[in-house]
Structures are given as structure tokens and as C-alpha cells.
């Protein structure tokens, strides 16, 4: 099969799903239903062809969610937005995540859409290998994130036992758990997991290759991906690693039991369509192929209590459709290239920190991977040079500093075309995150 016989075939299913969605939203919500007639669509039968769908322009960003959500809780008393297709007494479970304004933004779930996730999460845990059974110590935010109670649920819906002490318990007391329960797998930020290693042998007198787990899941932030912090990762903890997102609006991709990081599995095909690609400065659609990359529109294809549609959650992603080099499998795999709202331009030369943060981690063990991007304004726009502060390792005693500034700007310049400055600082410095490490900071909005 050909990448474009796939694709033609996977839209063709997505399509039928699609008109039934294009109507159940516009039925059952006046917030999709205005947004779509602004569009031009006063029925949906209008929306007759996938071309047609693809032309849609954005109906949700992460703004819209929000208005959303504030409108909803003066016009009917709840938070959980003015696009709920279904009625409040069928939603039976929420999640959230926070927004830079402090306010949550809600994730509502019918009794049907906690089973299609619970299904596709399943997926997701078999691709990593987690068998029925299995211990899996879950270190994500428990406090509302989608990463905590749904995927606690899910693996206990899947036959898993879920320690679910969260990233909330502290680096101390995760490590305790681990080792008063003797988990298989562990799930946690690589931020989180990279903590571990630092404070293991301190907190409870064992290096992590000595706990016994076998298998990391990480989400939530780059790192699973970046080669020397994939090879950290599995050489200190004896174990596979396996690169997720799910969770939400029954998206579901992984990498695969490959020692090297050959983009994320989609493993959601028949119930959400996340490769939606549309250039992130035009936001006209792109021909979906092997390669391209583009800002996803994110739709749910039978989601029922708060649907993605046409939904702009910010994220960059490159579509790759042929054999995986790490498994063999024919289909479609997602790499996450950024966030669109975190590109920086430099002179005309783009870049995201997850690709900064790459090239600084090429110089471990002399660094420990940990950076700040210092901004004197919001992205895009940076005047160069680019201050980046990079945080020696542990054992970085006694190195040329000044030899290994140079290394790393000579680096960067090489592959990715900016210039920089580096400062580099003791390890330890800089704060670490049990949930995601925060890679920009904007001097001006900070002081």
C-alpha cells in the first residue's frame, strides 16, 4: 500500500463519521451551530465531501474554550461551555488542564466517550507492552489533568493496577512508592523521570536501574523524543521507553518498542481525526502526505459531551505514512515538531525550543539537559543573539566552561542558523517541574 492509497482510504472512513458529527454538533449546540452558519453552512448536508469539511476555517481555539466556559457559567450555572452537545446529567466525568491564566479548561466525557478513550488508551498501553495485571506507578498530575484520574481509570478499566500516588506526592515520595511497590512501569513527565535519576540515590539509597521498572510511558512535554535524552532515560533506568499522547477528544498515538524515536503510532484512526494539517500563517489546508508538516485541527468523529471540532490546539505536527524503520508497521505516525504559539524568529530563522533543546542535550554528561530560553518579549520576534541559560551536570566539575560555550553555540549555529548566548549555571540551578518544565521566560512579563 501506498502512503496516498492509505490516506485516501482513512479519509474515506473519517468522512462518513464526519457527516454524522458535522450534524450532531450542529444540532445540539448553538456555538458550533453559529460558527458554522457565520461559515456559510446552513445545513449541515452542506458539508458533502471531505474537501468541503477541510475548508472549514477553525470553529475552537484555546480562547474560544475559554469564552466558552465563562459564558456558559452565566447562562446556565456551569463552567463546562457553551459548546456541551449533551445534556449536564449524562457528562459523569471532567478533567482540565490550566491555561497561562491560571483558569482551568474543562474536559467533559459522557458514558460513551470515557469507553472509546478507556479503548484507545488500551491501545496505547498494549503498544508499550503494560499487560492486565501489571503494576504501573502513575506519576502524571492527578489534580484534574487529563493524564491523571482518566488515565487511572483507563488502566483499571484495562486490568492494570494503578499506584496512583502523582507528581503532586513530591520526587521523595514517588521514589518511596516505587520502591515499596516494585512497579513494571512507570509513568511520569521525562522531566519528572530525569528527577529521579538526580534524586534517587539520595532519597532512598538506590540508583533507579536497581527498582525494577521495565517500562517508562512519558507525555506531556518533548524529551521522549530528543535521542540523548531517549538514551538517558533507558540506560539509568535498565528499561524501553515509549513516547504517548491521549487523553483527550479520544486522541491516541505512541512510539513503538524501538530504541530510537521513529515519530508516534495513530492509533486512533476510526474515532479522531488529529491530522488535520493547516499552514500555521495562512490557515488554509495542506495536501496531507509523507512529510508535511503543519498547525492540527483537531475533530472527535463521534465524541459527545464538549467534542473537539475543528479545534486549533496549537500543536505543530509532521505527518510521516510508510513502514516504521522501528517496527515494521504500514500507517500513519505523528511527530509533535512544536507549538505553534512557541515558534521563535530570529532574523527570519525559525526555531522551537524542542529543537534547542536537542542540540544542548548532545553535550551531556557535561550538561544535564535542563535550559531556559530568556525572551525580552513575547514570541515570535527575538533580536538575536538568543540567551539561553544551560545547566551543567552533577560531575560537570572541572571542565573548559568557556570551551564548551563555545561548542554549543558552534553547534547550534550549525544545524539550526542562530546565534547565541550561552550562559551556562551549576547543576541544580535551575527549578525543576514534577509536571512540565517551563523552557521560555519572558523577562519582561516576569519582573
Known amino acids: 500500500m501506498t502512503a496516498e492509497e492509505y490516506l485516501a482510504n482513512q479519509m474515506e472512513i473519517k468522512f462518513a463519521k464526519l457527516r454524522q458529527q458535522t450534524a450532531y454538533v450542529y444540532e445540539n449546540a448553538e456555538f458550533f451551530r453559529s460558527r ?14 471531505m474537501d468541503a469539511f477541510r475548508a472549514l476555517p477553525v470553529m475552537m481555539t484555546k480562547a474560544d474554550h475559554r469564552t466558552s466556559q465563562s459564558d456558559s457559567l452565566q447562562q446556565h450555572g456551569h463552567s463546562f461551555g457553551m459548546h456541551l452537545c449533551a445534556s449536564l446529567d449524562q457528562v459523569i466525568h471532567v478533567a482540565a488542564t490550566s491555561g497561562t491564566s491560571g483558569d482551568p479548561t474543562f474536559y467533559t466525557f459522557t458514558r460513551k466517550d470515557q469507553q472509546i478513550t478507556h479503548e484507545v488508551l488500551g491501545r496505547l498501553f498494549k503498544m508499550a507492552t503494560i499487560q492486565p495485571g ?38 521523595a515520595k514517588i521514589l518511596r512508592y516505587i520502591q515499596l511497590t516494585r512497579p513494571r512501569v512507570l509513568m511520569a513527565t521525562p522531566s519528572l523521570a530525569t528527577h529521579l535519576i538526580e534524586r534517587s540515590e539520595k532519597e532512598i539509597g538506590v540508583p533507579v536501574g536497581e527498582l525494577g521498572i521495565e517500562v517508562i510511558a512519558c507525555a506531556g512535554e518533548p524529551g521522549a523524543g530528543i535521542p540523548a535524552v531517549r538514551q538517558r532515560l533507558m540506560n539509568e533506568y535498565g528499561a524501553m521507553l515509549y513516547d504517548f499522547t491521549g487523553g483527550a477528544w479520544h486522541n491516541g498515538t505512541i512510539s513503538c518498542n524501538s530504541e530510537q524515536h521513529h515519530g508516534m503510532h495513530y492509533m486512533a484512526e476510526e474515532y479522531c481525526f488529529r491530522y488535520d494539517l493547516i499552514d500555521p500563517q495562512t490557515k488554509q489546508p495542506l495536501a496531507l502526505a509523507d512529510g508535511v508538516v503543519g498547525e492540527a485541527i483537531h475533530t472527535a468523529l463521534e465524541y459527545q459531551a464538549g467534542p473537539a471540532f475543528r479545534n486549533a490546539t496549537g500543536d505543530l505536527l509532521k505527518l510521516q505514512v510508510n513502514e516504521c524503520p522501528g517496527c515494521g508497521e504500514f500507517g500513519a505516525r505523528i511527530d509533535i515538531v512544536g507549538r505553534v504559539d512557541d515558534l521563535l524568529n530570529i532574523k527570519g530563522v525559525k526555531v522551537y525550543p524542542a529543537a534547542l533543546k536537542s542540540v544542548v542535550t548532545e553535550f551531556q554528561p557535561d550538561v544535564s539537559g535542563q535550559i531556559q530560553i530568556l525572551l525580552d518579549a513575547p514570541p515570535p520576534r527575538v533580536l538575536p543573539p538568543l540567551n539561553i541559560t544551560v545547566e551543567l551536570d552533577r560531575q560537570g566539575t572541572g571542565i573548559d566552561e568557556a570551551g564548551l560555550v563555545t561548542r554549543i553555540q558552534k553547534r547550534i549555529s550549525e544545524l539550526l542558523k542562530v546565534p547565541t548566548a550561552i550562559t551556562l549555571v551549576p547543576f541544580g540551578a535551575l527549578e525543576r517541574s514534577n509536571l512540565k518544565t517551563k523552557m521560555l521566560i519572558i523577562k519582561q512579563a516576569d519582573s
Open 36 to 49: 458554522l452558519q457565520a461559515a456559510g453552512v446552513n445545513d449541515p448536508r452542506d458539508v458533502d465531501s
Open 134 to 171: 501489571d503494576t504501573v506507578l502513575q506519576a502524571f498530575g492527578l489534580s484534574m489533568w487529563l493524564a491523571g484520574v482518566t488515565v487511572v481509570q483507563a488502566l483499571e478499566a484495562y486490568g492494570a493496577r494503578p499506584i496512583a500516588v502523582g507528581a503532586e506526592a513530591g520526587i
